[in-house]
């Protein structure tokens, strides 16, 4: 094993600190890491091996060409979103017929977790909870194939039969994007209304009831055998309203009750995982109410939370799936909490004259700008904290903000909040 090829579609910063950490491991054993990457740049600090931009067009038979001409022995893939996660899949099986095991999903598995249908018609079958809903066929609704006259009536039945508020969701999209609130009949009937507008006429949806409750997700990495269920990461409040992923705080730490009720959970979506031969990382997507935990999406890829539960477990998922790469085993069963990790968001970029003194007051696990799709939405930040250090650290933030104005009130708030209950 001379070479690894890591696959990614979005800005490699996301992956700081642990991308960097797994390459100079390789690096040590006298691996060469190379990044085929189709968003961003990437200097030596953000990626120390080969680096290769490609065109965000790319095809699965062009990314596996570029992986295979620079000699990959073989290849991980670590992109997101779902679109980005099927294109590797498809490009994971030339790779592997030319003899370059890649460490990711197969293409079957991938494509019926890519489509948040088919993925709930699979945690139901499992015994997993899901919001109850239905499928909304954008070709019937425009009128593209077979004629059905009572099409729009069969859907209101079954918005009636579930009850209001609804949600729509693009059957084929992620990261809380296409979200719709459907409060009443008047705004199913909007959606289903023919011709332009805001309604579900191009793309396929899935509407479905609301939970309220505490948004959460969960990574689980590994191949069939042996699989690795890392933290539960927090990550806002689930509602009728949709909200931007990176809005509230989001958090790995101690609760107790939620982290008891998850365990018979989670041996549900190891058997799951191994069911459909997972091999690499998976992201699910839940809610957290009553005492139970409701599945919104598994999702074949590594997850928007990532970073914090390797934080708060001292688990690096880029690690673990270079090892795979390399035929070594990984370590199943459930990672445990070392600590605490919280994640916010600075919205308008952390002032220069705070960089240091939040690094020299609180253990910093990243701080980098947070840029999707080409727009910047501030600068991200992950600190952690062992448990004990709750005061200390409330203390040492809350001293920064009287300083500097960062954290901004309302974050410095939820922290204090969230570590002083």
Sequence with gaps: MRKIAFLRSVRIQ????????????????????????????????????????????????????????????????????????????????????????????????TMLLVDKWETKQLCKQAGLPVPDGFRVDSDLLAGRGLPVPGYRDALRVQAGRIGYPLMSKPVWDSTSMGIRPLRSPADLDAFLAP?????????????????????????IVGRPGSYRVLPLCWTGRAGAEPVFTFADLRWCGPRAEADAAFAEVARTLVDFCGSLEVHGSVNVDMIYTGGRFVILEINPRIGGATTL??????????????????????????????????????????????????????????????????????????ITLAEGEEERTVKALTELHEVTGFPAADVMGKISSLLNR
């Excluded at 073989?74 to 095991?101: M, Q, T, W, Y």
């Excluded at 793309?203 to 479905?208: I, K």
């Excluded at 799936?321 to 970029?349: D, K, S, Y």
């Design 14 to 109: 996301r992956a700081d600190p642990y991308v960097q950490q797994a390459v100079r491991g390789l690096a040590a054993d006298g691996i060469e890491a190379g990044l085929f990457h189709t968003s961003g740049a990437a200097g030596d600090d953000d990626f120390p091996g080969h680096r290769q931009r490609l065109d965000r067009g790319v095809t699965p038979r062009e990314l596996a060409d570029a992986v295979a001409a620079w000699g990959a022995d073989a290849a991980v893939s670590i992109s997101l979103p779902c679109e980005n996660a099927l294109r590797d899949a498809a490009a994971k099986a030339l790779l592997d017929a030319a003899g370059i095991p890649t460490v990711m999903t197969p293409l079957a598995a």
């Design 309 to 382: 539960s390797c934080a708060a477990s001292g688990t690096n998922t880029f690690t673990s799936l270079a090892r795979m790469a390399r035929g070594l085993p990984v370590h199943g069963g459930t990672a445990q909490r070392t600590g605490w990790a919280i994640e916010f968001l600075a919205g308008g970029g952390i002032p220069p004259a705070a960089v240091t003194e939040l690094r020299r007051r609180v253990r910093v696990v990243t701080a980098h700008e947070l840029v999707i799709d080409g727009a910047s939405h501030g600068d991200i930040v992950v």
């Design 195 to 219: 011709g332009p507008g805001p309604g579900c006429q191009s793309a396929s949806a899935v509407v479905e009831q609301v939970v309220e409750g505490d948004l959460c997700s969960v990574d």
